[in-house]
């Protein structure tokens, strides 16, 4: 996608905008990330995943692949600082040959913005696209600078890319886990498939098929497979439990503009302006999407001359619910 500068103009034609909350600025990153999951079956008090105990570990590895720093994990949850993991070791280092060792003291940090959902539950489903948009967002991607020391410009400047691999917190025989898909693979080969008996759903199901690849990269494929049912331990290993977001193509300038919320029953035309320094052409051209109440409309093929400007709008009516509109490019 073209590096375009964007100015944003909500025009009403009756009644009053309201600023809402949320993250201000997209389209940052490039997400290589999708997902998936299925239903759970029942647990039981020594063997149990809750809605929600999820989180992300974050790797930052240069293009080629290569680890730059001690990888992060990032939760919403309040963990408990003596839960069982196996360290901070991102899923390049276990391809690398990197082994399962038991550490009982633990760290995380938690976003001032919350992590949308990483892992489908039984009833609240995980949504890719809130996913991505948090990655690849200016707001994540200046947390996770200041988290692993390296300056921001630095790391947005295509130099490097960030692995994610989804991580759940559990209970397996009443004492309690962090795993990131690829470890409950590597622990469930070690243990003769303990985890798969008493928790399938978890971490042979929803725990790797939350994160994998739309296109290959870093040497791990594209995930082809079913994006729901159990995957076995090999599978999750070499293909699935991850997402890459690549630095590339900048914004010259990101967008400012906050979420806007309609009153019921408003006219509403809100548009943006495109600019490019550089053609944007039918064979590589913008696009333009707006988020309404959890769904997308996205105005695509918008081409323009080196220079030039570009409007594009979406116009409705918040007939019986209230509108809460974001723009993202």
Same mark, same amino acid.
């Given at each position: 996608?073209?590096?375009?500068?964007?100015? %944003?103009? &909500?025009? +009403?034609?009756?009644?009053?905008?309201?600023?809402?909350?949320?993250?201000?600025?997209?389209?940052?990153?490039? /997400?290589?990330?999708? /997902?998936?999951?299925?239903? %759970?079956?029942?647990?039981?008090?020594?063997?149990?995943?809750?809605?929600?105990?999820?989180?992300?570990?974050?790797?930052?590895?240069?293009?080629?692949? =290569?680890?730059?720093?001690? &990888?992060?994990?990032?939760?919403?949850?309040?963990?408990?600082?003596?839960? #069982?993991?196996?360290?901070?070791?991102? *899923?390049?280092?276990?391809?690398?040959?990197?082994?399962?060792?038991?550490?009982?003291?633990?760290?995380?940090?938690?976003?001032?913005?919350? #992590?949308?959902?990483?892992?489908?539950?039984?009833?609240?489903?995980?949504?890719?696209?809130?996913?991505?948009?948090?990655?690849?967002?200016?707001?994540?991607?200046? %947390?996770?600078?200041?988290?692993? /020391?390296?300056?921001?410009?630095?790391?947005?400047?295509?130099?490097?890319?960030?692995?994610?691999?989804?991580?759940?917190?559990?209970?397996?025989? /009443? *004492?309690?886990?962090?795993?990131?898909?690829?470890?409950?693979?590597?622990?469930?080969?070690?243990?003769?498939?303990? +985890?798969?008996?008493?928790?399938?759903?978890?971490?042979?199901?929803?725990?790797?098929?939350?994160?994998? #690849?739309?296109?290959?990269?870093?040497?791990?494929?594209?995930?082809?497979?079913?994006?729901?049912?159990?995957?076995?331990?090999?599978?999750?290993?070499?293909?699935?439990?991850?997402?890459?977001?690549?630095? *590339?193509?900048?914004?010259?300038?990101?967008?400012?503009?906050?979420?806007?919320?309609?009153?019921?029953?408003?006219?509403?035309?809100? =548009?943006?302006?495109?600019?490019?320094?550089?053609?944007?052409?039918? *064979?590589?051209?913008?696009?333009?999407?707006?988020?309404?109440?959890?769904?997308?409309?996205?105005?695509?093929?918008?081409?323009?001359?080196?220079?030039?400007?570009?409007?594009?709008?979406?116009?409705?009516?918040?007939?019986?619910?209230?509108?809460?509109?974001? %723009?993202?490019?």
């Amino acid at each position: 996608m073209r590096a375009i500068r964007k100015y %944003f103009f &909500p025009l +009403l034609l009756s009644l009053t905008i309201f600023l809402s909350t949320g993250i201000s600025t997209y389209a940052m990153g490039d /997400g290589n990330i999708d /997902g998936g999951g299925g239903s %759970f079956g029942t647990g039981s008090e020594l063997n149990v995943w809750r809605n929600n105990q999820d989180g992300v570990r974050v790797t930052v590895v240069t293009t080629g692949g =290569s680890v730059v720093a001690t &990888p992060i994990d990032l939760s919403n949850c309040n963990i408990s600082s003596t839960v #069982l993991n196996f360290g901070k070791v991102s *899923k390049l280092q276990y391809t690398a040959g990197s082994s399962l060792s038991i550490n009982a003291s633990y760290t995380y940090s938690k976003p001032a913005v919350a #992590l949308p959902r990483i892992i489908s539950g039984s009833v609240n489903k995980a949504s890719i696209a809130a996913i991505k948009r948090y990655i690849c967002s200016e707001y994540a991607a200046k %947390f996770i600078a200041s988290k692993t /020391g390296i300056p921001f410009e630095n790391l947005i400047n295509g130099d490097y890319k960030l692995v994610i691999e989804p991580i759940a917190y559990f209970t397996h025989n /009443g *004492k309690n886990y962090a795993m990131t898909a690829t470890e409950a693979a590597l622990y469930n080969k070690l243990s003769g498939g303990a +985890l798969r008996r008493v928790l399938p759903s978890l971490t042979h199901q929803n725990l790797p098929l939350a994160l994998f #690849l739309e296109k290959s990269d870093l040497g791990y494929p594209a995930w082809t497979g079913s994006t729901s049912g159990k995957v076995s331990d090999d599978a999750i290993i070499s293909s699935l439990g991850i997402g890459i977001v690549s630095y *590339k193509d900048v914004p010259s300038e990101e967008l400012e503009a906050p979420d806007y919320t309609y009153r019921v029953d408003t006219d509403v035309i809100s =548009s943006i302006m495109l600019t490019s320094a550089t053609e944007v052409n039918p *064979k590589n051209p913008a696009k333009a999407t707006f988020y309404i109440n959890g769904g997308t409309y996205t105005v695509s093929n918008i081409v323009m001359p080196s220079g030039e400007t570009e409007r594009s709008s979406i116009r409705g009516n918040s007939r019986t619910t209230v509108w809460t509109l974001r %723009f993202c490019c």
